[in-house]
């Protein structure tokens, strides 16, 4: 079993910058990868970002790339996402998702899910 917790959202400006947290309780955090996803109001959960167990490797939403970035301190059972050049399009509730084994864009891959911080962006 592993629980999440996310933080950091709030509300900045557009251009501005935000790092998120997922904070895991649980030996096996470690093993998995870990999702990032995102829903803003009246959408479908969409899937943002990617990284592995070791952090070697990440997978990245096209409309982040270059702009988003991933990371991952197993020491500390927590993941990043850092999110610059924001825009009003990244409004949406923010989740972090685990136990999958491998990079995974789909949500079903994902068994345990935080309950999301809130980042809002404002033109």
């Known amino acids: 079993q592993v629980r999440l917790v996310e933080s950091g959202g709030g509300v900045v400006q557009a251009g501005d910058s935000l790092r998120l947290s997922c904070a895991a309780s649980?030996?096996?955090?470690?093993?998995?990868?870990v999702g990032w996803f995102r829903q803003a109001p009246g959408q479908e959960r969409e899937f943002v970002g990617s990284?592995?167990?070791?952090?070697?490797?990440?997978y990245y939403l096209d409309s982040v790339k270059g702009r988003f970035t991933i990371s991952r301190d197993n020491a500390k059972n927590t993941v990043y996402l850092q999110m610059n050049s924001l825009n009003p399009d990244d409004t949406a509730v923010y989740y972090c998702?685990?136990?999958?084994?491998?990079?995974?864009?789909?949500?079903?891959?994902?068994?345990?899910w935080g309950q999301g911080t809130q980042v809002t962006v404002s033109s």
């Open positions: 649980g030996r096996t955090f470690s093993s998995y990868a």
């Open positions: 990284i592995g167990w070791n952090g070697a490797n990440t």
């Open positions: 998702a685990t136990g999958s084994l491998t990079i995974a864009t789909q949500i079903d891959s994902y068994a345990y």
